[in-house]
Protein backbone atom coordinates (compact mmCIF):
# COMPACT_ATOMS: atom_id res chain seq x y z
CA UNK A 1 0.00 0.00 0.00
CA UNK A 2 1.51 3.49 -0.87
CA UNK A 3 0.38 6.80 0.10
CA UNK A 4 1.20 9.66 -1.53
CA UNK A 5 1.00 13.12 -2.64
CA UNK A 6 3.95 12.67 -5.88
CA UNK A 7 2.96 14.62 -8.87
CA UNK A 8 5.26 13.35 -11.27
CA UNK A 9 3.27 10.82 -13.41
CA UNK A 10 5.72 9.05 -14.86
CA UNK A 11 7.02 7.95 -11.11
CA UNK A 12 3.28 7.46 -9.89
CA UNK A 13 2.60 5.35 -12.84
CA UNK A 14 5.64 2.89 -11.86
CA UNK A 15 4.53 2.77 -8.35
CA UNK A 16 0.86 1.74 -9.49
CA UNK A 17 2.43 -1.20 -11.44
CA UNK A 18 4.44 -1.98 -8.56
CA UNK A 19 1.97 -2.32 -6.23
CA UNK A 20 0.53 -5.43 -8.92
CA UNK A 21 3.62 -7.41 -7.03
CA UNK A 22 1.81 -6.99 -3.88
CA UNK A 23 -2.19 -6.98 -4.53
CA UNK A 24 -2.32 -3.61 -3.08
CA UNK A 25 -3.44 -0.38 -3.96
CA UNK A 26 -1.94 3.31 -4.68
CA UNK A 27 -3.57 5.22 -1.80
CA UNK A 28 -3.57 9.34 -3.02
CA UNK A 29 -4.66 12.02 -1.20
CA UNK A 30 -5.72 13.93 -4.22
CA UNK A 31 -4.66 17.47 -4.20
CA UNK A 32 -3.02 19.44 -7.06
CA UNK A 33 -0.57 22.26 -4.88
CA UNK A 34 -0.79 24.67 -7.10
CA UNK A 35 -4.37 25.24 -6.86
CA UNK A 36 -4.62 24.82 -3.74
CA UNK A 37 -1.72 27.30 -2.37
CA UNK A 38 -2.69 29.48 -0.03
CA UNK A 39 -6.07 28.05 -0.23
CA UNK A 40 -8.58 28.17 3.42
CA UNK A 41 -11.93 27.18 2.61
CA UNK A 42 -13.40 25.67 -0.94
CA UNK A 43 -13.89 27.87 -3.17
CA UNK A 44 -17.44 29.00 -4.55
CA UNK A 45 -19.78 31.53 -3.17
CA UNK A 46 -19.02 31.25 0.51
CA UNK A 47 -15.08 31.58 0.10
CA UNK A 48 -15.93 34.71 -2.21
CA UNK A 49 -18.66 36.15 0.21
CA UNK A 50 -15.78 35.71 3.06
CA UNK A 51 -13.57 36.84 1.45
CA UNK A 52 -11.11 33.50 2.15
CA UNK A 53 -8.72 32.32 -0.25
CA UNK A 54 -10.37 29.26 -2.40
CA UNK A 55 -9.72 25.68 -2.61
CA UNK A 56 -11.28 25.09 -5.87
CA UNK A 57 -13.06 21.26 -6.19
CA UNK A 58 -10.99 21.08 -9.35
CA UNK A 59 -7.90 20.80 -7.87
CA UNK A 60 -9.00 17.48 -6.54
CA UNK A 61 -10.49 16.31 -9.49
CA UNK A 62 -7.99 16.68 -11.79
CA UNK A 63 -5.33 14.51 -9.53
CA UNK A 64 -8.26 11.98 -9.20
CA UNK A 65 -8.66 12.28 -12.87
CA UNK A 66 -5.10 11.64 -13.56
CA UNK A 67 -4.66 8.69 -10.83
CA UNK A 68 -7.39 7.23 -12.70
CA UNK A 69 -6.02 7.48 -15.66
CA UNK A 70 -2.79 5.90 -14.45
CA UNK A 71 -4.35 3.36 -13.17
CA UNK A 72 -6.00 2.76 -16.32
CA UNK A 73 -2.94 2.70 -18.02
CA UNK A 74 -0.83 0.28 -15.99
CA UNK A 75 -3.97 -2.00 -14.65
CA UNK A 76 -3.13 -0.97 -11.16
CA UNK A 77 -5.39 -0.90 -8.28
CA UNK A 78 -6.33 2.70 -7.12
CA UNK A 79 -7.75 3.73 -3.74
CA UNK A 80 -9.12 7.84 -3.66
CA UNK A 81 -8.77 8.91 -0.02
CA UNK A 82 -11.30 10.96 1.18
CA UNK A 83 -13.20 12.57 -1.49
CA UNK A 84 -15.10 15.47 -1.45
CA UNK A 85 -16.57 17.09 -4.23
CA UNK A 86 -19.17 16.00 -6.81
CA UNK A 87 -16.95 16.21 -9.82
CA UNK A 88 -14.59 13.67 -8.59
CA UNK A 89 -17.45 10.67 -7.49
CA UNK A 90 -18.49 10.92 -10.78
CA UNK A 91 -15.08 10.83 -12.56
CA UNK A 92 -14.86 7.85 -10.06
CA UNK A 93 -18.17 6.01 -11.16
CA UNK A 94 -17.51 6.45 -14.72
CA UNK A 95 -13.99 4.71 -14.58
CA UNK A 96 -15.73 2.02 -12.85
CA UNK A 97 -17.75 1.07 -15.10
CA UNK A 98 -15.07 1.17 -17.70
CA UNK A 99 -13.36 -1.32 -15.17
CA UNK A 100 -10.91 0.61 -13.91
CA UNK A 101 -9.87 -1.00 -10.42
CA UNK A 102 -10.49 2.13 -8.07
CA UNK A 103 -12.20 2.27 -4.88
CA UNK A 104 -12.75 5.24 -2.57
CA UNK A 105 -13.61 6.47 0.13
CA UNK A 106 -15.33 9.81 1.82
CA UNK A 107 -15.11 11.43 5.95
CA UNK A 108 -18.25 11.65 7.70
CA UNK A 109 -18.38 15.39 7.88
CA UNK A 110 -17.89 15.70 3.37
CA UNK A 111 -21.50 13.62 3.69
CA UNK A 112 -22.95 15.69 6.71
CA UNK A 113 -21.52 19.80 6.86
CA UNK A 114 -21.11 22.30 4.06
CA UNK A 115 -18.17 25.75 3.18
CA UNK A 116 -21.63 27.55 4.92
CA UNK A 117 -20.18 26.43 8.64
CA UNK A 118 -17.49 28.76 7.73
CA UNK A 119 -19.77 31.64 8.23
CA UNK A 120 -18.58 31.23 12.17
CA UNK A 121 -14.66 31.49 11.03
CA UNK A 122 -14.25 28.71 13.47
CA UNK A 123 -11.22 26.57 12.27
CA UNK A 124 -13.28 23.67 14.09
CA UNK A 125 -14.31 23.48 10.06
CA UNK A 126 -11.42 23.89 8.15
CA UNK A 127 -9.74 20.60 6.78
CA UNK A 128 -8.12 19.52 3.72
CA UNK A 129 -10.06 18.61 1.31
CA UNK A 130 -12.10 21.32 2.76
CA UNK A 131 -16.30 21.29 3.00
CA UNK A 132 -18.22 22.30 -0.16
CA UNK A 133 -21.83 22.88 -1.49
CA UNK A 134 -24.66 21.18 -0.44
CA UNK A 135 -24.71 19.60 -3.79
CA UNK A 136 -21.33 18.05 -3.19
CA UNK A 137 -22.92 16.47 0.12
CA UNK A 138 -25.47 15.42 -1.88
CA UNK A 139 -23.08 13.66 -4.25
CA UNK A 140 -21.56 11.70 -1.36
CA UNK A 141 -24.56 10.28 -0.46
CA UNK A 142 -25.50 9.30 -4.09
CA UNK A 143 -22.19 7.59 -3.95
CA UNK A 144 -22.40 5.37 -0.91
CA UNK A 145 -25.73 4.56 -1.98
CA UNK A 146 -24.71 3.14 -5.42
CA UNK A 147 -21.78 1.74 -4.10
CA UNK A 148 -19.61 4.20 -5.91
CA UNK A 149 -17.85 5.09 -2.27
CA UNK A 150 -16.84 1.99 -0.81
CA UNK A 151 -15.49 3.11 2.76
CA UNK A 152 -16.25 5.66 4.98
CA UNK A 153 -13.80 7.47 7.38
CA UNK A 154 -12.81 10.01 9.96
CA UNK A 155 -9.58 11.20 8.59
CA UNK A 156 -9.01 11.90 12.28
CA UNK A 157 -6.42 14.87 12.52
CA UNK A 158 -5.93 15.70 16.29
CA UNK A 159 -5.10 19.48 16.65
CA UNK A 160 -4.32 21.37 20.43
CA UNK A 161 -6.57 23.78 21.14
CA UNK A 162 -4.13 26.82 21.15
CA UNK A 163 -2.77 25.57 17.58
CA UNK A 164 -6.56 25.58 16.27
CA UNK A 165 -7.86 28.92 18.27
CA UNK A 166 -5.97 31.09 15.65
CA UNK A 167 -6.83 33.74 12.48
CA UNK A 168 -8.51 31.11 10.05
CA UNK A 169 -5.64 31.04 7.54
CA UNK A 170 -2.93 30.14 10.36
CA UNK A 171 -4.68 27.24 12.07
CA UNK A 172 -3.84 23.88 10.77
CA UNK A 173 -6.37 21.83 8.27
CA UNK A 174 -7.99 18.51 9.88
CA UNK A 175 -10.78 17.80 12.61
CA UNK A 176 -11.12 14.88 14.50
CA UNK A 177 -14.19 12.47 13.79
CA UNK A 178 -13.28 8.76 16.27
CA UNK A 179 -16.02 9.61 18.44
CA UNK A 180 -18.39 10.90 16.57
CA UNK A 181 -17.88 8.72 13.45
CA UNK A 182 -20.90 6.60 14.29
CA UNK A 183 -24.16 9.24 15.73
CA UNK A 184 -22.53 10.94 12.57
CA UNK A 185 -23.18 8.19 10.18
CA UNK A 186 -26.08 6.97 12.18
CA UNK A 187 -27.58 10.92 11.68
CA UNK A 188 -26.54 11.16 7.92
CA UNK A 189 -27.21 7.97 6.38
CA UNK A 190 -29.93 5.48 8.62
CA UNK A 191 -31.96 8.13 9.88
CA UNK A 192 -32.94 10.05 6.55
CA UNK A 193 -33.22 6.27 4.93
CA UNK A 194 -30.25 6.62 2.31
CA UNK A 195 -28.12 3.57 4.02
CA UNK A 196 -29.83 0.14 5.53
CA UNK A 197 -27.49 -1.04 8.55
CA UNK A 198 -25.68 -3.91 6.73
CA UNK A 199 -24.77 -1.02 3.97
CA UNK A 200 -23.44 1.17 6.82
CA UNK A 201 -21.42 -1.76 8.36
CA UNK A 202 -19.75 -2.94 5.28
CA UNK A 203 -18.38 0.70 4.24
CA UNK A 204 -17.19 0.50 8.43
CA UNK A 205 -15.71 -2.45 8.65
CA UNK A 206 -15.41 -5.47 5.67
CA UNK A 207 -14.94 -2.58 2.75
CA UNK A 208 -11.80 -0.74 4.39
CA UNK A 209 -9.98 -4.45 5.32
CA UNK A 210 -10.86 -5.43 1.78
CA UNK A 211 -9.45 -2.11 0.01
CA UNK A 212 -6.21 -2.90 2.68
CA UNK A 213 -5.79 -6.41 2.04
CA UNK A 214 -6.16 -7.77 5.52
CA UNK A 215 -7.61 -10.22 6.99
CA UNK A 216 -10.41 -8.04 9.37
CA UNK A 217 -13.75 -6.51 9.67
CA UNK A 218 -15.92 -10.22 9.99
CA UNK A 219 -17.38 -12.24 12.43
CA UNK A 220 -16.26 -15.28 10.51
CA UNK A 221 -15.08 -18.70 12.97
CA UNK A 222 -11.19 -18.22 13.40
CA UNK A 223 -11.15 -14.23 12.98
CA UNK A 224 -9.49 -12.28 15.17
CA UNK A 225 -12.17 -10.97 17.84
CA UNK A 226 -11.91 -7.46 16.47
CA UNK A 227 -15.80 -6.34 17.69
CA UNK A 228 -17.62 -3.78 18.45
CA UNK A 229 -21.28 -3.88 20.14
CA UNK A 230 -23.41 -0.93 19.17
CA UNK A 231 -26.33 0.44 21.26
CA UNK A 232 -28.11 2.80 17.65
CA UNK A 233 -30.76 3.98 20.11
CA UNK A 234 -29.05 6.03 23.13
CA UNK A 235 -29.20 9.27 22.66
CA UNK A 236 -26.61 11.72 23.58
CA UNK A 237 -25.23 15.43 23.36
CA UNK A 238 -21.49 15.46 21.53
CA UNK A 239 -19.87 17.34 24.29
CA UNK A 240 -15.60 17.39 23.16
CA UNK A 241 -14.63 18.51 26.97
CA UNK A 242 -15.54 14.76 27.20
CA UNK A 243 -14.10 12.48 24.41
CA UNK A 244 -11.42 10.19 25.74
CA UNK A 245 -9.00 11.93 22.87
CA UNK A 246 -7.12 15.09 23.75
CA UNK A 247 -8.15 17.35 21.16
CA UNK A 248 -11.13 19.08 20.80
CA UNK A 249 -11.39 20.21 17.53
CA UNK A 250 -14.83 19.03 16.64
CA UNK A 251 -17.10 20.21 14.22
CA UNK A 252 -20.17 18.44 15.76
CA UNK A 253 -19.87 19.96 19.05
CA UNK A 254 -23.53 20.35 21.00
CA UNK A 255 -25.38 18.10 18.29
CA UNK A 256 -27.94 16.11 19.91
CA UNK A 257 -27.41 12.51 18.46
CA UNK A 258 -28.43 8.97 18.32
CA UNK A 259 -25.90 5.55 18.95
CA UNK A 260 -23.05 5.00 20.28
CA UNK A 261 -20.59 2.42 20.96
CA UNK A 262 -21.27 0.18 23.74
CA UNK A 263 -18.28 -2.28 24.30
CA UNK A 264 -15.56 -2.60 22.42
CA UNK A 265 -13.29 -5.81 22.19
CA UNK A 266 -10.15 -5.68 20.55
CA UNK A 267 -7.93 -9.39 19.97
CA UNK A 268 -10.60 -10.95 22.13
CA UNK A 269 -10.33 -8.41 24.83
CA UNK A 270 -13.03 -6.30 26.29
CA UNK A 271 -11.65 -2.66 26.65
CA UNK B 1 -23.84 70.24 5.62
CA UNK B 2 -26.75 72.52 5.87
CA UNK B 3 -29.38 70.04 7.54
CA UNK B 4 -27.06 69.85 10.71
CA UNK B 5 -28.03 72.44 13.75
CA UNK B 6 -25.95 74.82 15.26
CA UNK B 7 -25.95 73.05 18.14
CA UNK B 8 -25.91 69.40 17.50
CA UNK B 9 -28.07 67.74 20.58
CA UNK B 10 -28.46 64.09 20.16
CA UNK B 11 -31.05 63.37 22.75
CA UNK B 12 -33.71 65.66 21.02
CA UNK B 13 -32.33 64.66 17.19
CA UNK B 14 -33.40 61.10 18.06
CA UNK B 15 -36.62 60.85 15.42
CA UNK B 16 -39.40 58.99 17.00
CA UNK B 17 -39.35 55.76 14.33
CA UNK B 18 -35.48 55.37 15.13
CA UNK B 19 -34.52 52.17 16.27
CA UNK B 20 -32.38 51.48 19.73
CA UNK B 21 -28.79 50.03 19.00
CA UNK B 22 -28.46 46.78 20.57
CA UNK B 23 -24.83 45.39 19.03
CA UNK B 24 -22.10 45.12 21.30
CA UNK B 25 -19.40 44.88 18.31
CA UNK B 26 -19.69 46.40 14.92
CA UNK B 27 -18.21 43.54 12.27
CA UNK B 28 -19.75 43.76 9.45
CA UNK B 29 -22.47 45.60 7.36
CA UNK B 30 -24.13 42.05 5.97
CA UNK B 31 -25.52 41.40 9.71
CA UNK B 32 -26.58 44.71 9.90
CA UNK B 33 -30.37 46.19 9.43
CA UNK B 34 -31.82 48.74 6.95
CA UNK B 35 -32.51 50.25 10.16
CA UNK B 36 -29.36 50.02 11.69
CA UNK B 37 -27.33 51.04 8.84
CA UNK B 38 -29.87 54.42 9.07
CA UNK B 39 -29.28 55.13 12.55
CA UNK B 40 -25.24 55.63 12.01
CA UNK B 41 -25.88 57.59 9.21
CA UNK B 42 -28.19 59.52 10.85
CA UNK B 43 -25.81 59.94 14.08
CA UNK B 44 -22.97 60.67 11.64
CA UNK B 45 -24.86 63.17 10.12
CA UNK B 46 -24.90 64.94 13.56
CA UNK B 47 -21.13 65.14 13.70
CA UNK B 48 -20.65 66.56 10.28
CA UNK B 49 -18.52 69.83 9.78
CA UNK B 50 -17.77 71.64 7.13
CA UNK B 51 -14.44 72.61 8.07
CA UNK B 52 -13.30 69.60 10.76
CA UNK B 53 -10.83 71.78 12.52
CA UNK B 54 -14.50 73.76 13.90
CA UNK B 55 -15.10 70.30 15.60
CA UNK B 56 -15.53 71.13 19.09
CA UNK B 57 -14.12 68.47 21.55
CA UNK B 58 -17.32 66.71 23.49
CA UNK B 59 -17.25 64.77 26.55
CA UNK B 60 -19.48 61.58 25.77
CA UNK B 61 -16.61 59.22 26.06
CA UNK B 62 -14.78 60.31 29.12
CA UNK B 63 -13.42 57.57 31.14
CA UNK B 64 -13.48 55.08 28.19
CA UNK B 65 -10.60 53.38 26.81
CA UNK B 66 -10.49 53.02 22.94
CA UNK B 67 -7.80 50.55 21.68
CA UNK B 68 -6.31 50.67 18.10
CA UNK B 69 -5.02 46.96 17.14
CA UNK B 70 -3.85 47.40 13.82
CA UNK B 71 -2.16 44.56 12.57
CA UNK B 72 -2.04 45.44 9.08
CA UNK B 73 -0.92 48.91 7.71
CA UNK B 74 -3.15 51.67 7.59
CA UNK B 75 -2.74 55.61 7.29
CA UNK B 76 -6.07 56.96 7.14
CA UNK B 77 -8.25 54.59 8.69
CA UNK B 78 -6.46 54.27 11.97
CA UNK B 79 -5.72 58.73 12.16
CA UNK B 80 -9.91 58.50 11.36
CA UNK B 81 -10.45 56.22 14.71
CA UNK B 82 -7.33 57.59 16.60
CA UNK B 83 -8.50 61.26 16.31
CA UNK B 84 -12.71 60.30 16.73
CA UNK B 85 -12.05 58.86 19.99
CA UNK B 86 -10.07 61.81 21.00
CA UNK B 87 -13.03 64.23 19.90
CA UNK B 88 -15.26 62.39 22.27
CA UNK B 89 -12.70 62.62 24.66
CA UNK B 90 -11.58 58.92 25.63
CA UNK B 91 -8.36 57.66 26.21
CA UNK B 92 -6.60 55.87 23.70
CA UNK B 93 -4.32 52.97 23.21
CA UNK B 94 -1.93 52.69 19.69
CA UNK B 95 -0.90 48.97 19.63
CA UNK B 96 1.58 48.41 16.76
CA UNK B 97 2.76 44.55 15.79
CA UNK B 98 6.13 45.75 15.09
CA UNK B 99 6.74 46.66 18.60
CA UNK B 100 5.10 43.98 20.63
CA UNK B 101 5.43 40.10 21.91
CA UNK B 102 4.00 39.09 18.55
CA UNK B 103 7.67 38.79 17.05
CA UNK B 104 7.71 36.88 20.23
CA UNK B 105 5.82 34.31 19.38
CA UNK B 106 2.56 35.59 21.46
CA UNK B 107 -0.79 34.68 19.84
CA UNK B 108 -2.77 37.46 18.72
CA UNK B 109 -5.96 36.19 20.91
CA UNK B 110 -3.50 36.79 24.16
CA UNK B 111 -2.12 40.29 22.77
CA UNK B 112 -5.82 41.43 22.68
CA UNK B 113 -6.53 39.83 26.10
CA UNK B 114 -3.86 41.75 27.42
CA UNK B 115 -5.07 45.07 25.75
CA UNK B 116 -8.31 44.50 27.44
CA UNK B 117 -6.91 43.88 30.80
CA UNK B 118 -5.43 47.09 30.80
CA UNK B 119 -8.90 48.38 30.54
CA UNK B 120 -9.68 48.82 26.97
CA UNK B 121 -13.56 48.76 26.34
CA UNK B 122 -13.44 49.26 23.00
CA UNK B 123 -10.82 47.59 20.69
CA UNK B 124 -10.59 49.15 16.93
CA UNK B 125 -9.00 45.39 14.69
CA UNK B 126 -7.36 46.00 11.49
CA UNK B 127 -5.93 41.98 10.30
CA UNK B 128 -5.39 40.70 6.99
CA UNK B 129 -6.97 37.47 7.53
CA UNK B 130 -10.82 37.44 7.07
CA UNK B 131 -12.96 36.78 10.22
CA UNK B 132 -10.04 38.11 12.66
CA UNK B 133 -12.07 40.37 14.32
CA UNK B 134 -14.98 37.87 14.86
CA UNK B 135 -12.97 35.59 16.25
CA UNK B 136 -11.58 38.30 18.88
CA UNK B 137 -15.55 39.31 19.99
CA UNK B 138 -15.74 35.68 20.95
CA UNK B 139 -13.07 35.60 23.06
CA UNK B 140 -13.17 38.74 24.58
CA UNK B 141 -15.79 41.27 26.29
CA UNK B 142 -14.94 44.38 25.43
CA UNK B 143 -16.85 45.83 21.69
CA UNK B 144 -14.84 44.92 18.78
CA UNK B 145 -14.85 47.09 15.58
CA UNK B 146 -13.79 45.88 12.40
CA UNK B 147 -11.58 48.17 10.68
CA UNK B 148 -10.89 45.68 7.58
CA UNK B 149 -10.27 41.80 8.02
CA UNK B 150 -8.50 41.00 4.53
CA UNK B 151 -11.04 41.07 1.90
CA UNK B 152 -13.73 40.57 3.81
CA UNK B 153 -15.48 43.50 5.35
CA UNK B 154 -14.52 47.24 6.16
CA UNK B 155 -17.69 47.83 7.38
CA UNK B 156 -16.92 52.15 8.76
CA UNK B 157 -15.37 52.43 4.87
CA UNK B 158 -18.50 51.26 3.59
CA UNK B 159 -20.87 53.53 6.22
CA UNK B 160 -18.87 56.59 5.20
CA UNK B 161 -19.26 55.63 1.13
CA UNK B 162 -23.00 55.63 2.04
CA UNK B 163 -23.15 58.53 3.87
CA UNK B 164 -20.74 60.58 0.78
CA UNK B 165 -23.59 59.65 -1.52
CA UNK B 166 -26.74 60.37 0.34
CA UNK B 167 -25.02 63.82 1.33
CA UNK B 168 -23.98 64.59 -1.98
CA UNK B 169 -27.39 63.21 -3.98
CA UNK B 170 -29.66 63.36 -1.55
CA UNK B 171 -30.74 59.36 -1.46
CA UNK B 172 -29.65 55.81 -1.83
CA UNK B 173 -32.73 54.06 -2.94
CA UNK B 174 -33.01 53.67 -6.63
CA UNK B 175 -29.31 54.95 -7.18
CA UNK B 176 -27.29 53.20 -9.64
CA UNK B 177 -23.53 52.62 -7.86
CA UNK B 178 -20.96 51.20 -10.17
CA UNK B 179 -17.81 49.20 -7.91
CA UNK B 180 -15.08 49.28 -10.53
CA UNK B 181 -11.84 47.50 -10.07
CA UNK B 182 -10.42 44.85 -7.89
CA UNK B 183 -13.46 43.32 -6.47
CA UNK B 184 -12.26 39.98 -5.61
CA UNK B 185 -9.62 41.19 -3.01
CA UNK B 186 -11.78 44.05 -1.60
CA UNK B 187 -13.32 44.61 1.57
CA UNK B 188 -14.89 47.84 0.51
CA UNK B 189 -16.50 46.12 -2.58
CA UNK B 190 -18.29 43.63 -0.12
CA UNK B 191 -19.32 46.50 2.69
CA UNK B 192 -20.74 48.26 0.14
CA UNK B 193 -22.37 45.93 -1.84
CA UNK B 194 -24.34 44.87 1.56
CA UNK B 195 -24.77 48.47 2.83
CA UNK B 196 -26.15 49.75 -0.65
CA UNK B 197 -27.91 46.86 -1.12
CA UNK B 198 -29.79 46.80 2.14
CA UNK B 199 -30.64 50.72 1.10
CA UNK B 200 -32.09 49.77 -1.60
CA UNK B 201 -29.42 51.46 -4.34
CA UNK B 202 -28.71 48.96 -7.69
CA UNK B 203 -24.90 47.94 -7.81
CA UNK B 204 -23.57 47.21 -10.56
CA UNK B 205 -19.65 45.77 -9.99
CA UNK B 206 -17.06 46.20 -12.74
CA UNK B 207 -13.62 45.14 -13.50
CA UNK B 208 -11.57 42.20 -15.02
CA UNK B 209 -12.96 38.83 -15.08
CA UNK B 210 -10.23 37.91 -12.91
CA UNK B 211 -10.47 40.06 -10.24
CA UNK B 212 -14.67 39.66 -10.45
CA UNK B 213 -15.76 37.06 -9.17
CA UNK B 214 -18.37 35.18 -11.27
CA UNK B 215 -20.51 34.11 -8.00
CA UNK B 216 -20.64 37.34 -6.42
CA UNK B 217 -23.76 37.60 -8.76
CA UNK B 218 -25.83 35.73 -5.92
CA UNK B 219 -25.37 38.78 -3.87
CA UNK B 220 -27.85 40.57 -5.53
CA UNK B 221 -25.57 42.34 -7.93
CA UNK B 222 -25.17 43.25 -11.68
CA UNK B 223 -21.64 42.39 -13.40
CA UNK B 224 -20.06 44.02 -16.62
CA UNK B 225 -16.57 43.79 -17.67
CA UNK B 226 -16.81 46.92 -19.52
CA UNK B 227 -16.61 50.22 -17.59
CA UNK B 228 -17.76 52.36 -20.64
CA UNK B 229 -20.83 50.43 -21.16
CA UNK B 230 -22.00 51.23 -17.50
CA UNK B 231 -20.54 54.30 -17.12
CA UNK B 232 -23.45 55.80 -19.26
CA UNK B 233 -26.45 54.35 -16.20
CA UNK B 234 -23.96 54.84 -13.10
CA UNK B 235 -24.87 58.02 -10.98
CA UNK B 236 -22.08 56.91 -8.89
CA UNK B 237 -18.94 54.85 -9.30
CA UNK B 238 -16.84 53.76 -6.43
CA UNK B 239 -13.18 53.49 -7.83
CA UNK B 240 -11.68 50.94 -6.04
CA UNK B 241 -8.03 50.45 -5.81
CA UNK B 242 -5.61 47.16 -7.13
CA UNK B 243 -4.42 45.30 -4.30
CA UNK B 244 -1.47 44.54 -5.01
CA UNK B 245 -0.57 43.45 -1.80
CA UNK B 246 -3.10 40.35 -2.10
CA UNK B 247 -3.07 39.01 -5.29
CA UNK B 248 -1.64 36.15 -6.76
CA UNK B 249 0.36 36.91 -9.95
CA UNK B 250 -1.05 37.13 -12.73
CA UNK B 251 -4.30 38.60 -12.77
CA UNK B 252 -4.27 41.07 -15.41
CA UNK B 253 -1.36 41.72 -18.31
CA UNK B 254 -0.31 45.16 -17.23
CA UNK B 255 -1.13 48.29 -15.47
CA UNK B 256 -0.96 50.11 -18.18
CA UNK B 257 -3.93 47.75 -19.96
CA UNK B 258 -5.69 48.26 -16.80
CA UNK B 259 -5.66 52.07 -16.83
CA UNK B 260 -6.30 52.19 -20.38
CA UNK B 261 -9.75 50.16 -19.88
CA UNK B 262 -10.68 50.81 -16.24
CA UNK B 263 -8.83 54.24 -15.49
CA UNK B 264 -11.32 57.07 -14.57
CA UNK B 265 -10.21 59.62 -17.34
CA UNK B 266 -11.07 63.10 -18.10
CA UNK B 267 -12.19 61.55 -21.67
CA UNK B 268 -14.23 58.65 -20.04
CA UNK B 269 -16.22 60.81 -17.41
CA UNK B 270 -17.74 62.96 -20.57
CA UNK B 271 -19.42 59.78 -21.54
CA UNK B 272 -20.92 59.50 -18.00
CA UNK B 273 -24.08 60.98 -16.45
CA UNK B 274 -23.61 64.78 -16.11
CA UNK B 275 -23.82 65.09 -12.22
CA UNK B 276 -21.88 61.82 -11.73
CA UNK B 277 -20.45 61.53 -8.04
CA UNK B 278 -17.09 59.72 -7.81
CA UNK B 279 -15.85 57.96 -4.77
CA UNK B 280 -12.25 56.44 -4.26
CA UNK B 281 -12.10 54.69 -0.68
CA UNK B 282 -7.45 55.28 -1.07
CA UNK B 283 -5.38 55.55 -1.66
CA UNK B 284 -5.35 55.55 -4.82
CA UNK B 285 -2.43 54.88 -7.40
CA UNK B 286 -2.87 58.12 -9.37
CA UNK B 287 -2.41 57.32 -12.99
CA UNK B 288 -4.22 53.81 -12.87
CA UNK B 289 -7.31 54.08 -11.08
CA UNK B 290 -7.77 57.37 -11.72
CA UNK B 291 -5.86 60.84 -13.17
CA UNK B 292 -4.95 63.28 -10.96
CA UNK B 293 -7.49 65.77 -12.84
CA UNK B 294 -10.23 63.38 -12.48
CA UNK B 295 -9.45 62.99 -8.36
CA UNK B 296 -8.79 66.76 -8.10
CA UNK B 297 -11.92 67.53 -10.05
CA UNK B 298 -15.47 68.84 -9.54
CA UNK B 299 -17.43 65.05 -9.68
CA UNK B 300 -14.63 64.05 -7.19
CA UNK B 301 -15.80 63.54 -3.68
CA UNK B 302 -12.56 61.63 -2.00
CA UNK B 303 -12.02 64.56 0.84
CA UNK B 304 -15.67 64.42 1.74
CA UNK B 305 -15.34 60.82 2.12
CA UNK B 306 -12.49 61.18 4.69
CA UNK B 307 -14.12 64.29 6.55
CA UNK B 308 -17.14 61.53 6.68
CA UNK B 309 -15.13 59.29 8.20
CA UNK B 310 -14.39 60.82 11.22
CA UNK B 311 -18.09 61.96 11.76
CA UNK B 312 -19.25 58.07 10.79
CA UNK B 313 -16.56 56.85 13.33
CA UNK B 314 -17.32 59.17 16.40
CA UNK B 315 -21.14 58.00 15.58
CA UNK B 316 -20.04 54.09 15.79
CA UNK B 317 -17.76 54.81 18.64
CA UNK B 318 -20.94 56.74 20.75
CA UNK B 319 -23.30 53.91 19.85
CA UNK B 320 -21.34 51.36 20.92
CA UNK B 321 -20.68 52.82 24.26
CA UNK B 322 -23.69 54.51 25.14
CA UNK B 323 -24.72 50.60 24.67
CA UNK B 324 -22.41 48.96 26.85
CA UNK B 325 -23.30 51.57 29.35
CA UNK B 326 -26.80 50.92 29.20
CA UNK B 327 -25.85 47.27 29.41
CA UNK B 328 -23.82 47.88 32.53
CA UNK B 329 -26.48 49.70 34.20
CA UNK B 330 -29.63 47.26 33.73
CA UNK B 331 -27.33 44.64 35.65
CA UNK B 332 -26.52 46.86 37.89
Given at each position: MMVHRSSVPRLCAARSNNCLM????????????????????????????????????AAEEIMVYRDLALAELTGGRLHVLHVSSAGSVELIRQARKRGVNVTAEVCTHHFTLTDECLRSFDSNFKMYPPLRTRDDVQAMIEGLKD???????TDHAPHAPEKKMRELDQAPNGVIGLETLLPICIHSLIEPG????????????INPARILGIDRGTLKPGADADVTIIDPNVEWTIDPEKFRSKSRNCPFANWKVRGRADTVIVGGVIR | MQNVPEEPNLTTATKPEQIIWTKRDLLDLEN????????????????????????EKRSDLKGIVVANLFFEPSTRTRTSFGLAAKRLSADTIDFTPSSSSLIKGESFIDTAKNIQAMGADVMVVRHAVPGAPHLLAEHLHCAIINAGDGAHEHPTQGLLDILTIRQRLGRVEGLTVGLVGDIAHSRVARSNIHGLLKLGAKVIVCGPPTLVPRSISRLGVEISYHLDDILPHCDVVNILRIQFERQRHGLFPSVHEYAMLFG???????????????????????????????????????????????AVRMAVLKLLCNRSESAQGAHG
Amino acid sequence: MMVHRSSVPRLCAARSNNCLMFDKPVMNHCEDLELTKGGVMHEGFESMRLGLRGLPAAAEEIMVYRDLALAELTGGRLHVLHVSSAGSVELIRQARKRGVNVTAEVCTHHFTLTDECLRSFDSNFKMYPPLRTRDDVQAMIEGLKDGTIDAIVTDHAPHAPEKKMRELDQAPNGVIGLETLLPICIHSLIEPGHLTWPQLIEKLTINPARILGIDRGTLKPGADADVTIIDPNVEWTIDPEKFRSKSRNCPFANWKVRGRADTVIVGGVIR
Amino acid sequence: MQNVPEEPNLTTATKPEQIIWTKRDLLDLENLSREEIELILDRAEDFVKDDPRHQEKRSDLKGIVVANLFFEPSTRTRTSFGLAAKRLSADTIDFTPSSSSLIKGESFIDTAKNIQAMGADVMVVRHAVPGAPHLLAEHLHCAIINAGDGAHEHPTQGLLDILTIRQRLGRVEGLTVGLVGDIAHSRVARSNIHGLLKLGAKVIVCGPPTLVPRSISRLGVEISYHLDDILPHCDVVNILRIQFERQRHGLFPSVHEYAMLFGMNGERLRRAKPDILLLAPGPINRGVEVTPEVADGPHSAILQQVTNGLAVRMAVLKLLCNRSESAQGAHG
